[in-house]
């Protein structure tokens, strides 16, 4: 694949800016229960109806630590191939809100439970590794809503306690193209470990996004804001761009940047300040004295090591190898643990390469299309695979295999019983095509006549005449080579 | 029969056994007791139809097997109790019902007890004379006008005024200890983790604990039996197998070795500390302990952390006390930052606005490694020293207090030399060690003192062993003259 070069700069009247991006991404843990409490966490249930006694802080409640998230943060750190700490610290992030019940946050901050880690991007000029700064456990707050009453603000604490991975990445990022990359990355992997659904509508993945710029080449970075809680990769990215752009007319004019936390207006597409860096606030950390600190033994590790399924990086080397796929084809594929299932199902019964071309093509343009994942497609694998095979085996052409692939969507039938019953099959009986053609050239003998003083566009016509009276159905390989064939005699 | 109220728990519980005494008739005499001892203030609530009816319940159906028989108690308003008021002395909880029982109370009603009423504490058990809290001052039997120590000033009280058989306190600096101490009665400290904390209002999470407040120390190790035991819904609870500390109480403790810390001779303790001090030493060689000089050379910085560590905690953990969700709420506030001003203004008493600031300001940016870490190392040194001299004796014994009861108002307007009263039992729970105060004698003035008893982590049963054989030996009477009813 040809490699384009790196282009994402902001173009100021003095130079070039190169944008750097690192990102808090707020990954809500896959588990039955919060990460303090027995409550559910399932999503969308009434407000106020997934709470303890624990999750709104009566006195005297206290957290016990729920195992399995644990196990879900240390699975996460592993696929990003990150070191596991054995030793780890939860603290209390003291600030006060309607929705944090305890008046602090359990979070991790000196001792986090993963530390640093890597993962790989595919961008068109190349791979890029971008680095993990650490992982760590903490609670989620619960939901204000300030629009349902005029003079009252109203709470939900279904979320509150709910556990989340908090991801920091390094300053490695340095474009909206990037972050789109990064995002889906980090989604697919907790996806494939099963770790997060990274559902970005129901707020399973939120991220803060760091953003600084500096004149191309600068080795010094520059003054960072951070935009907090953005949810789509949408907003990341015109989140981005608005404030890179910002930032670099603030040099441009001879002014400061402010480090200061800011707020993305998703309806005016502008991020404000929320707050400056002097009225940040005093988190006041202190390790949390109701918890002891989390010691993990390798043994756990080890154990959870070995059960990691195969990961979205390894498929891909293996689709290259095992299906001759090229990387920009794999890559699609092993995109999602869903998608490289059906296709690895496809490919069993079919031919791989022409799979591939399929399912990129008609099949995805068809979910896109309906928005619907591919766990949700109305053909499944065995059909699929089945119709890959008819074209194959050249039962049916390409074009009529799109039109069998369309009565699919619609009936859900396989595509054998459609090509039977509608009689789409092939003409590819070279007897049979000869009757067939040479009963059109009989009726056209003075453009076979023209055709043999030289006039060879008309061979299109002759090809047209063959569709037309097979309905479509004649093997457009095998008429070439007949028409050719008689049209010399 | 004679007066029930002034036995010993053991005592009445033989008694119930025995069928002596019904349950019912039991819990008439102490409310009878109680609703004559209105002038103490000890009581916050009580919950007597309640307890009338478990005790009707108990004489109908009698379990003798239980540790607790129809025995009803009365405990500190820190214990979370299901459907009864718990205010933890505070305003800010003048209406808070619990859904739950605290897992302490609920071993305790578990072994055949059952609620009489809660006992005044200082407010979120931050005093030392029960002067903090929101429902008035509490008066000590031992005298008019005296404090009953604190925090557990309602407990102690109420024991030695007869209106409870026994009772559980909650100790962060001494809050169990001292008010012991000041009423001539017996106080356990259990070690950290030993009793659970789910569901006691906390103060301080670090040096919370709950503990027996008894008359005799038979009476203390049926309670500890009781109360304690691990419980899987507090992450900091000990899990080991419940000991029977009753049944397994002895009183030879010859051979034992007593440890002297040079380091509990304070200025200007009055006389009488230190000859109540060399009284209990010369007790226990004569019951044949050897008694060794040790040094503990971090005590002096004992007062300093605590006084920095509990703040801190307190201070996040009150921070739940926002008016929003439960407890007390101001009409006044416009928004929300005014309500959580208002509420917490009118909600929250002197002294813990005072411990919140404090805590605040130490696990502030900047302040921090300064304060917080610092203590938190210094608090390390202070358990080595412990755990140094526990290689070489098996308990230590200091004075409980530097002094007896004092009068109500004495020290309010003076907060550092209240809590200078609890320079020696405050090292105790930053090294999370069990100790016992037991009455000893009295000082000049007729009032009770006593004696503190500190073992290795987990060695209860050491230390009550020891006390056991120190009350028999020890002349101690608590002479109280009911002058309040």
Known sequence: ????????????????????????????????????????????????????????????????????????????????????????????????????PQGYQISQYKNPIVGEGKVLLDMPYGSKEIGIERLHLEQDAGKSIHDMDPSNTYVDLNRSGIALMEIVSKPDLRSPDEVNAYIKKLRSIMRYLGTCDGNMQEGSLRADVNVSVRKEGDKNFGTRCEIKNVNSIKFMQMAIEYEAARQVELIENGKEIDQETRLFDTKKNETRSMRSKEDAHDYRYFPDPDLLPLKLEQKLIDELKKSLPELPDKKKERFIKEYELNAYEANVLVSEKEISDYYEEVAKFSDKKLAA???????????????????????????????????????????IAKEVFEIMVESGDNPKKIIESKGMKQQSDPKELEKMINEILSKNKDKVDQYKAGKEKLFGFFVGQVMKLSGGKANPQLTNEILKKLLKG | MADITNQSLNEIIENVKTKKVSSTDLTKAYIKNIESAKKLNAFVTTTFDQALDKAKQFDNKPNFDQLLPGIPLAVKDLFCTENTKTTAGSNILNNFIPSYESTVTKNLWNDGSFLLGKLNCDEFAMGSSNETSHYGNVINPVGDQLVPGGSSGGSSSALAADLTPATIGTDTGGSIRQPASFTGTVGLKPTYGLCSRWGIVAFASSLDQAGPMTKTIKDCAIMLESMSGFDEKDSTSINKKKEQYSKNLKDNIKGLKIGIPKEYRVDNMPKEVDELWEKGKKILKDLGAQLIDISLPHTK???????????????????????????????????????????????FGDEVKRRILIGTYVLSSGYYDAYYLK???????????????????????????????????????DPVSMYLNDIFTVPVNLAGLPALSMPAGVDKKGYPLGLQLIGKALDEQKILNIGYAFEKNCDFKNEIKKWWS
């Open chain 1, 1 to 100: 694949m040809s490699k384009e070069k790196f282009d994402y700069f902001i173009k100021g009247e003095k130079g070039k800016y190169e944008v750097v991006i690192g990102l808090e991404v707020h990954a809500q843990v896959l588990s039955k229960s919060k990460l303090f409490s027995g409550s559910s966490t399932k999503f969308g249930a009434d407000p106020n109806n997934q709470v303890s006694l624990i999750d709104s802080a009566f006195p005297g409640m206290l957290p016990v630590i729920n195992e399995e998230c644990v196990k879900q943060a240390v699975r996460t750190g592993l696929g990003l191939n990150a070191k596991i700490n054995n030793y780890s610290v939860f603290d209390r992030k003291n600030y006060f809100y309607a929705d944090l």
């Open chain 1, 357 to 399: 071309t399929w399912m990129m093509g008609d099949l995805f343009a068809m979910l896109n299309d309906k928005g619907l994942d591919i766990s949700k497609s109305p053909i499944s694998a065995k059909h699929f695979a089945e119709l890959i095979q008819s074209i194959k085996s050249g039962e049916i052409s390409g074009r």
């Open chain 2, 375 to 413: 203590a938190q190392k210094v608090r390390q040194l202070i358990k080595k020293d412990f755990d140094d001299s526990f290689t070489k004796i098996d308990a230590i014994l200091t004075p409980s207090t530097p002094s007896s009861a004092f009068k109500i108002g004495e020290k309010t307007n």
């Open chain 2, 301 to 347: 910085y004992a007062l300093p952390t605590y006084y920095i560590v509990a703040p801190a905690e307190a201070s996040s953990n009150l921070a739940r006390y926002d008016g929003v969700r439960y407890g007390y709420r101001s009409k006044q506030g416009k928004d929300l930052i005014e309500m959580y001003e208002k509420t917490r203004s009118e909600g």
